[in-house]
């Protein structure tokens, strides 16, 4: 079953680490604002919301 744009979307709040789920939603709004197609923002949204998980929670893609 193919995933939907508003089934991705979703799985953004189960991103573990807050600051990795606040920029995954700010680069979807930004996917979105520049009307790009549904597949990309899809293809896009499964790669970078399976990531934080591999790295865990510590991690985030902010290095300070």
Not at 35 to 58: A, E, M, T
């Amino acid at each position: 079953m193919p995933f939907t744009l508003q089934t991705i979307t979703r799985k953004i709040e189960t991103v573990p680490n807050i600051v990795n789920r606040d920029l995954i939603n700010q680069f979807s709004c930004y996917m979105k604002e520049r009307d790009l197609s549904r597949n990309h923002q899809i293809n896009n949204l499964k790669v970078i919301i399976s990531f934080p998980n591999h790295i865990g929670l510590v991690l985030s893609f902010v290095m300070t």
